[in-house]
């Protein structure tokens, strides 16, 4: 029996991870507890219920990066000197992922990484969230990688030992979330649903991503845009700078979203415009026309599907874009279910249970 700390900070991590808990502690013999980073507090509130939080590290207050992890560290080091830690369990990309694969590093702590494997091989981009990644993956004892492909850049890059392909436990917590509230996929027509958040993209490319979007709409009058707003200041700011009053006739923009809201926006939208990878994964399982808000992808595997097309950070691809889906009219319902079946089909928390009870101590 092993005790497994999953550590979380941030909504994805949440969507990502809580099915894999809910599976384990009813179960498997292993002690399941959780250890909140509190990296984006106001966002995961809205999702997550703090009963399930066993160890909230507290850091409320850190003006970059380097602020953040450094305050995790010795954060950690006071909890590791009152429990005993087998596993770290850490999802994806997130600073919060890297400190805690960081010090399970230091204090020589097995780490389980879900997500693995994951590249668009530019450290830049995503950032810092590439780099990350690919820091994570030397360090990790477990790799649970979504699909063959992200099994293919690890054996690449030399590491070859406890890899499973496991599929994706988001799409666990979107699977259940249809079924549970009973969500129909009523599609309104010229319907948009737009997230923004990614850092590299609070220069000039959000500025230009809107002014390209501005042109499209002028053009385009009959689309309606839902743009649920990321609570970083930056990016509320930037669009409050570039949008007028009379620009907003047909954009709604919305607080942040409860997940079930934002799901029933992705259900009802035609086209979903992001720069979120969990955005690009449930979009692509649910068949919709996706435009990807990057100049690289780590979610190599939707492009390849032609489930999603990249139009840049800068939008500058937008129009063409659009205007090919138009011609097109519908996404390649096989592709959606090579893509479906990769993910899992909501059963992938199932299948890492299994894989722990085999590989765990």
């Given at each position: 029996?092993?005790?497994?700390?999953?550590?979380?900070?941030?909504?994805?991590?949440?969507?990502?991870?809580?099915?894999?808990?809910?599976?384990?502690?009813?179960?498997?013999n292993?002690?399941?507890?959780?250890?909140?980073?509190?990296?984006?507090?106001?966002?995961?509130?809205?999702?997550?219920?703090?009963?399930?939080?066993?160890?909230?590290l507290?850091?409320?207050?850190?003006?970059?990066?380097?602020?953040?992890?450094?305050?995790?560290?010795?954060?950690?080091?006071?909890?590791?000197?009152?429990?005993?830690?087998?596993?770290?369990?850490?999802?994806?990309?997130?600073?919060?992922?890297?400190?805690a694969s960081l010090?399970?590093?230091?204090?020589?702590?097995?780490?389980?990484?879900?997500?693995?494997?994951?590249r668009?091989?530019?450290?830049?981009?995503?950032?810092p969230e590439?780099f990350?990644?690919?820091?994570?993956?030397?360090?990790?004892?477990?790799?649970?990688?979504?699909?063959?492909?992200s099994?293919?850049?690890?054996?690449k890059?030399?590491?070859?030992?406890?890899?499973?392909?496991?599929?994706?436990?988001?799409?666990?917590?979107?699977?259940?979330?249809?079924k549970?509230?009973?969500?129909?996929?009523?599609?309104?027509k010229?319907?948009?649903?737009?997230?923004?958040?990614?850092?590299?993209?609070?220069?000039?490319?959000?500025?230009?991503?809107?002014?390209?979007?501005?042109?499209?709409?002028?053009?385009?009058?009959?689309?309606?845009i839902?743009?649920?707003?990321?609570?970083?200041?930056?990016?509320?700011?930037?669009?409050k700078?570039?949008?007028?009053?009379?620009?907003n006739d047909?954009?709604?923009?919305?607080?942040?979203?409860?997940y079930v809201?934002?799901?029933?926006?992705?259900?009802?939208?035609e086209?979903?415009?992001?720069?979120?990878?969990?955005?690009?994964?449930?979009?692509?399982?649910?068949?919709?026309?996706?435009?990807?808000?990057?100049?690289?992808?780590?979610?190599i595997?939707?492009?390849?599907?032609k489930?999603?097309?990249?139009i840049?950070?800068?939008?500058?691809?937008?129009?063409?874009?659009?205007?090919?889906?138009?011609?097109?009219?519908?996404?390649?319902k096989?592709?959606?279910?090579?893509?479906?079946?990769?993910q899992?089909y909501?059963?992938?928390?199932?299948?890492?249970?299994?894989?722990?009870?085999?590989?765990?101590?």
């Amino acid at each position: 029996m092993a005790n497994i700390f999953f550590v979380l900070g941030t909504r994805p991590e949440f969507i990502k991870i809580i099915e894999v808990v809910n599976e384990l502690q009813s179960k498997s013999n292993h002690k399941i507890k959780l250890i909140f980073s509190n990296q984006q507090s106001k966002l995961i509130k809205k999702y997550m219920n703090n009963n399930i939080i066993h160890y909230d590290l507290e850091i409320k207050k850190f003006k970059n990066d380097s602020e953040f992890i450094s305050s995790f560290l010795v954060k950690m080091e006071k909890l590791n000197n009152k429990i005993d830690i087998d596993y770290l369990f850490v999802q994806g990309d997130t600073n919060t992922a890297y400190a805690a694969s960081l010090f399970g590093f230091f204090k020589k702590i097995s780490i389980i990484h879900l997500e693995a494997g994951l590249r668009t091989f530019n450290i830049h981009k995503p950032y810092p969230e590439e780099f990350n990644r690919q820091s994570i993956s030397k360090i990790t004892n477990i790799h649970l990688s979504q699909t063959q492909s992200s099994k293919q850049n690890l054996l690449k890059e030399g590491i070859d030992k406890k890899i499973f392909v496991v599929g994706n436990p988001g799409i666990d917590y979107l699977v259940k979330n249809i079924k549970h509230n009973k969500i129909k996929n009523k599609i309104i027509k010229d319907s948009i649903l737009i997230t923004m958040h990614r850092r590299e993209s609070l220069s000039s490319s959000l500025e230009i991503f809107i002014k390209n979007l501005k042109k499209f709409m002028k053009k385009n009058l009959n689309y309606q845009i839902n743009w649920p707003l990321h609570t970083n200041p930056k990016i509320l700011r930037n669009i409050k700078d570039n949008f007028k009053a009379e620009d907003n006739d047909n954009i709604n923009f919305l607080k942040p979203q409860k997940y079930v809201d934002f799901l029933k926006l992705m259900m009802s939208s035609e086209f979903i415009i992001t720069d979120s990878g969990g955005v690009q994964e449930e979009a692509a399982y649910l068949g919709k026309k996706l435009l990807v808000a990057r100049d690289l992808t780590e979610r190599i595997d939707i492009i390849n599907l032609k489930l999603g097309y990249l139009i840049m950070a800068d939008g500058s691809k937008l129009e063409k874009i659009m205007n090919y889906f138009n011609k097109k009219k519908v996404v390649n319902k096989q592709n959606t279910l090579k893509w479906r079946k990769s993910q899992g089909y909501g059963k992938s928390s199932k299948k890492i249970l299994n894989i722990f009870n085999k590989n765990l101590e």
